[in-house]
């Protein structure tokens, strides 16, 4: 298998440690300066039309420290997030005076507020890339910057993904990563309209992967809501990672050897929506809903 899966239909988890000019895996360190979003590509309905992200790392700081309960709701807080007390962070859509999270897009990727579809209504996140001739045209994606001082323990991200058009492309749709200075190590789901996989990538040159695979019937169906969470756990310098699907673990406790000896954090950073695409001759559609983020020191 080529290194990244790039070419395959599926749910992966990718995985890197390397610095920031040589972690090129889902393209999102490679545009300085992302071009603004143009009027209509991401339309008012709630979305961030600001467009200033570097990358998967840059954006508003949050003010969040890891350890601090900065999950307990709002009076206002959406259905989903009203119910996640003990989350780090949450986002379901659905409060229009919460400050949106920061937003990236380039090559004509759109992100709008949408209620067509929403897993908890009114709304939900989606995302159109494409069509695209070339891997890594379009993305259009949010963040979620938290500060820590201290190297977690624990690292984990939830959400709700709905695929509506995704023809034969392999969609890198939520990552995890804790930025060291200039090093970055990410953690990389992959989805798409076939199997489930892990895969793990070194940056050694050339990149070598392992690629854990899961059943087919644990993919990700089209045209419905399915709940996605990765879960990023460290015993001393060692680092395993687990995904689990509509609350079943589909992979567990995978190595990742990328990760092992990182000796501090400065942040870390969840991402969700476009991150990276294989090309694709039809138009990508996808939603996003019900994010909860958790970060233990």
């Known amino acids: ?17 390397a610095a920031l000019a040589s972690c090129s895996l889902t393209s999102l360190d490679g545009f300085s ?6 009027a209509g590509d ?22 969040m420290d890891a350890g601090v309960d900065t999950g307990s709701p709002d009076a206002d807080a959406g259905p989903f997030c009203a119910s996640r007390t003990d989350s780090t962070f949450c986002e379901d859509f659905d409060v229009p005076s919460r400050p949106p999270l920061p937003v990236t897009r380039h090559g004509g990727g759109v992100d709008t507020i949408d209620s067509n579809a929403a897993l908890s209504a009114p709304n939900a996140l989606r995302i159109d890339l494409g069509p ?20 977690p323990h624990q690292v984990v991200l939830e959400w709700a993904i709905r695929l509506d058009e995704v023809a034969s492309a ?28 892990i895969e793990q990538t ?58 092992d000896g990182i000796s501090g ?3 870390v950073v969840f991402a969700v929506g476009g991150l990276y695409s294989t090309a694709s001759p039809t138009p990508l559609t996808f939603r996003f809903d019900d994010l909860a983020g958790l970060v233990v020191p």
């Not at 298998?1 to 440690?17: P, Y």
């Not at 392999?170 to 953690?187: D, F, K, P, T």
């Open 170 to 197: 392999s969609i890198s749709a939520a990552s995890i990563a804790i930025v060291q200075g200039s090093n970055r190590y990410e953690a990389v789901v992959d989805v798409g309209a076939s199997d489930l996989l």
């Open 265 to 267: 954090a400065d942040s």
């Open 33 to 38: 300066e992302p071009p603004s979003a143009a």
């Open 132 to 151: 695209s001739t070339t891997d890594g045209d379009a993305q259009a994606y949010r963040t979620m910057t938290m500060n820590v001082t201290t190297l």
């Open 1 to 17: 298998m080529m290194a990244m899966a790039r070419f395959s239909r599926s749910i992966a988890l990718v995985v890197c440690g």
């Open 202 to 259: 070194f940056t050694s040159a050339p990149p070598a992967s392992v690629a854990h695979s899961v059943p087919q019937n644990r993919r990700v169906q089209l045209g419905t809501w399915t709940r996605l969470k990765m879960d990023l756990t460290r015993a001393g310098s060692s680092w395993k990672a687990t995904l689990s699907r509509d609350g079943e673990v589909s992979l567990a406790d995978v190595p990742l050897s990328t990760w």
């Open 42 to 63: 991401g339309g008012d309905d709630g979305a961030n039309t600001s467009s200033t992200e570097t990358g998967v790392d840059a954006g508003v700081d949050s003010g």
